[in-house]
Structures are given as structure tokens and as C-alpha cells.
């Protein structure tokens, strides 16, 4: 059984550019979450999303960020005219309900994007 | 704003030396969760600790979660170098969404043979 596939794992990207990161979650999971890592920093939440539901965007930034998580295929975190301050580790977690103090997140590897 | 404080936030032990981290906040929380990241990968979860005065023991972990539901700590007992990583405490909150973890900044653990 698959872990959570997210890819690329490293991505470079020049100011002002797209970057476009994916998510696979965990077969069976139909939850999918969004945080964001920063060096030295702890994990930021940013989104949390179900099949092609926005639940929770609290922690996303009004600008240049949205993400998906459509019908079929996986999740897209999606940065517009990218700044050097995006760079960081993204991490997407999957779990198999949205509720419940017990519940499990299992994260993928992550996303490196270089902001150049 | 709700924060976990993390301390210490770098230990560097040699193998078989017990150890304990911790993880304070303020605010109440509705579970705790520590978690292990090592470089470059996501963090794993280890345990999820959810009434308040609760134990819970891994082989030589063990989590506790205070009486308040406000602090945690995590105790190693003869830590071996595998045991190496970031170690993360991440609290859920009542009201919302359960994936909107409050995570700390990790203490970041080092044993050497």
C-alpha cells in the first residue's frame, strides 16, 4: 500500500514563475492537508481540502496561493509569481476521515521549492 | 494565537543515556501528537495522546499528557542512534478541522555511538 506521493520532491523556480506541486494521497484517503516548512520553523497548516472541497483554507495566504483537490487525480498546491519568501519544504498529509481527536495524518516526503 | 513551545530545542546525548523533551502551551488542547521527521522526508506519526493525565509507552517511549491538556513530554529510555531526529509535538484543537494541527518548532536529537 502506498504511502502519500507527492512530486516533484525538489523544484526550482525563478521569481515570478508558476509553481505547481501534487499530491497523491494514501489509497482510501480522501482527506488531504497542506503545510508548509520553513528553515527552523515548525509546520504551518495551510489548507485542507476533500474531493473537490475547500474545508479549512485558514492558514493559506490571500494571494497567489489556491489549491484543488479534484474529482480525479491528485491534490495541486499552486503558487503564482512566485517570491524567494515561498521557498521552503511543502508537505502534504492524507488521512482516511476529517474527524476525531484520534485521527492520523501521514505525510508524503515533501516539496523542496528554490525560489531563485 | 495558540503556540507549542518546544524544549530544548537541540540535544546531543550518547548512546544509552535516557532522555526527556517537552512540549508547553498556554492553551487547552483536545489531542496531542508527537511526531519523528528525519532529513529530507515528512514527519511520522508516533502516538496521539488524548485525555489528560494520559501515558502511553512505545517500546522505550513514553509520552505523557499533562493533567491541563496544555503540555506533553516525551522520554526516552536508553536512546540509541536510530532514535536521531526531529521530534515534533502537534496539538489539535476543539472547534476545528482535525487536520489544522498546531505544530512546535521540534527539538532536534542527536545520539552518538
Known amino acids: 500500500n502506498a504511502g502519500v506521493m507527492q512530486n516533484p520532491r525538489h523544484l526550482v523556480r525563478r521569481r515570478g514563475q508558476e509553481a505547481r506541486l501534487r499530491c497523491s494521497p494514501m489509497?482510501?484517503?480522501?482527506?488531504v492537508y497542506w503545510y508548509r516548512q520553513l528553515p527552523e520553523e515548525g509546520l504551518k497548516f495551510m489548507v485542507y481540502?476533500?474531493?473537490?472541497?475547500?474545508?479549512?483554507e485558514s492558514g493559506m495566504p490571500k494571494e497567489r496561493f489556491s489549491a484543488e483537490f479534484p474529482k480525479e487525480g491528485p491534490s495541486i498546491l499552486r503558487i503564482q509569481q512566485v517570491v524567494r519568501g515561498d521557498s521552503a519544504a511543502y508537505f502534504c498529509?492524507?488521512?482516511?476521515?476529517?474527524?476525531?481527536?484520534?485521527?492520523?495524518?501521514?505525510f508524503g516526503s515533501g516539496t523542496q521549492l528554490s525560489v531563485l | 494565537t495558540q503556540l507549542l513551545e518546544q524544549s530544548p530545542q537541540f540535544l546531543s546525548i550518547q548512546e544509552g543515556e535516557n532522555l526527556t523533551v517537552y512540549c508547553n502551551s498556554s492553551?487547552?488542547?483536545?489531542?496531542l501528537q508527537w511526531y519523528r521527521q528525519e532529513p529530507g522526508e515528512g514527519p511520522v506519526l508516533l502516538v496521539t495522546?488524548?485525555?489528560?493525565?494520559e501515558v502511553k509507552k512505545l517500546k522505550r517511549l513514553t509520552f505523557q499528557f499533562g493533567d491541563a491538556r496544555k503540555d506533553s513530554s516525551l522520554h526516552i529510555t536508553a536512546a540509541q542512534p536510530g532514535d536521531t531526529g526531529l521530534y515534533l509535538c502537534?496539538?489539535?484543537?476543539?472547534?476545528?478541522?482535525?487536520?489544522?494541527?498546531?505544530f512546535g518548532k521540534g527539538t532536534k536529537l542527536s545520539v552518538k555511538p
Open positions: 498529509a492524507s488521512s482516511p476521515r476529517g474527524t476525531g481527536a484520534n485521527e492520523k495524518l501521514f
Open positions: 502537534a496539538g489539535g484543537h476543539y472547534g476545528g478541522s482535525q487536520g489544522n494541527l498546531i
Open positions: 481540502l476533500q474531493k473537490e472541497n475547500i474545508i479549512d
Open positions: 492553551s487547552v488542547f483536545s489531542s
Open positions: 489509497k482510501g484517503h480522501s482527506h
Open positions: 495522546v488524548v485525555t489528560g493525565g
